[in-house]
Structure formats: structure tokens, C-alpha cells
């Protein structure tokens, strides 16, 4: 079964705006995962971001954590129009990985 | 980063036949694997937890007899979908947890076209 939600569920943005997808989840957490994929295509790991962290950065991409909420924030700044693909969150707790509905982003050029 | 290889990337088979979809870890040892299934448009779905040198635990709704699974080595896990039919058809991800990491780490997909 799926552990949560993603909203919004799409998303269409012109290149260089912001984009920000949202996850919330139901269980408690060892870590949160952001990941993309592109259509038809593998998973490609994005960031992780620890129970115990409430941000985290890599590049474009900002991750936010808020436990008492069960929900988390990925932020992609400057869009591309390669960053046009589905991003999912997982939430992974005690060896146990679960994926949440998914955004479906498109980055018009 | 720690690799996990499927395998076969795409397969396309007959109706009321088996097909079976490798996924190994390629530069570590995987106690634990795990098996997804995505159709198109969706999220990935868990099937079942594969323990090596034990019976996977499966998720309810997954037909235990239909996806056979099999963990017999530390960098090797099986899936087979027996008797496979139409609505088989679907992208089947396989993924590796390398233990203490808190991270797992995906194979590229098998998409399996069953005419």
C-alpha cells in the first residue's frame, strides 16, 4: 500500500519558475526520500533527508521536514525544461520503503 | 553508489506463460530486496519483501502462487510471474537495501508486455 499523499497530484510551470510539491505521510519515519522519474524510465534518487532534519539542500532542489506535521516539501528552483517528469516521495522506515502518489511536473521552455 | 542490475529491461510474452525478472546487487551484499510494481501512471506499489534464504512477505492483494519470488543469494533476486496474463503488464522495479544506509537503492525496471 501507498504511505501518503502528493499534491498537487500536476504541475505546469514556465522554465525558470519555482516549482514546489508537497508530500504528507501517515507513519513515523526513519528517513524521507525525494526521487524522479522520467517517463517510462528507472528512479533516479534525488535527496534524503533524516527524521532528525528539518532541511536539506542539494543543487536547485531544497527539502523540508516537518515530523509533526508528516509532511514534507521538495522546492525546484529555476526550473529547467529537463526537469519535466514525475517526482515521488517515499517515506522509509525500519527497512520498509513506501512511495507516495506522485507530482507530475512539466517545465514549459 | 551502490548498483542494482535488472534484467530483462523490456520483455514481451504470449499469454498463460512465465516470465522471470532478475534483479541483482552488483557491488554489495542485499539482505533484504524488494519488489514494485508500477502501472502507468502511478505510483510504485509494493509487492513483497524478499529476505535471503527466506519466504517473502508479501502485500495484501499479491497473489503469493502468481509472483514467485526467490532470494537465494546475498546479490541475487527473482521474480516470476507465472501464468502471466494481459493485466500483468507493467513496469516491475526491484530495489536493494544496503544495510545500515537508511537508503535503498533501485534497479532500471523491467516493463513486461504480456500479449
Known amino acids: 500500500s501507498q504511505q501518503g499523499e502528493e499534491d498537487p497530484q500536476a504541475l505546469s510551470i514556465q522554465e525558470g519558475e519555482n516549482a514546489t510539491m508537497n508530500c504528507s505521510y501517515k507513519?513515523?519515519?526513519?528517513?524521507l526520500q525525494w526521487y524522479r522519474q522520467n517517463s517510462g524510465r528507472g528512479l533516479v534518487h534525488l535527496i534524503l533527508?533524516?527524521?532528525?532534519?528539518r532541511e536539506k539542500h542539494s543543487g536547485r532542489l531544497r527539502v523540508t521536514l516537518d515530523t509533526s506535521k508528516k509532511s514534507s516539501s521538495l522546492l525546484i528552483t529555476a526550473s529547467r525544461a529537463a526537469d519535466t517528469a514525475s517526482y515521488f516521495c517515499?517515506?522509509?522506515?525500519?527497512?520498509?520503503?513506501?512511495f507516495g502518489a506522485g507530482t507530475r511536473l512539466t517545465v514549459k521552455p | 553508489g551502490a548498483v542494482v542490475s535488472q534484467h530483462p529491461s523490456r520483455v514481451i510474452c504470449k499469454s498463460g506463460t512465465s516470465v522471470k525478472i532478475e534483479c541483482r546487487s552488483l557491488?554489495?551484499?542485499?539482505?533484504?530486496m524488494f519488489w514494485y510494481r508500477q502501472f502507468p501512471k502511478q505510483s510504485l506499489m509494493l509487492m513483497a519483501t524478499?529476505?535471503?534464504?527466506?519466504?517473502?512477505?508479501?502485500e495484501q492483494g499479491v497473489e503469493k502462487d502468481k509472483f514467485l519470488i526467490n532470494h537465494a543469494s546475498l546479490t541475487l533476486s527473482t521474480l516470476t510471474v507465472t501464468s502471466a496474463h494481459p493485466e500483468d503488464s507493467s513496469f516491475y522495479i526491484c530495489?536493494?537495501?544496503?544495510?545500515?544506509?537508511?537508503?535503498?537503492?533501485f534497479g532500471e525496471g523491467s516493463r513486461l508486455t504480456v500479449l
Open positions: 530495489s536493494a537495501s544496503l544495510a545500515g544506509s537508511g537508503e535503498l537503492f
Open positions: 517515499a517515506t522509509y522506515n525500519n527497512n520498509d520503503m513506501r
Open positions: 507513519t513515523s519515519i526513519n528517513n
Open positions: 557491488d554489495f551484499q542485499a539482505t533484504t
Open positions: 524478499s529476505n535471503e534464504g527466506s519466504k517473502a512477505t508479501y
Open positions: 533527508i533524516r527524521s532528525n532534519e
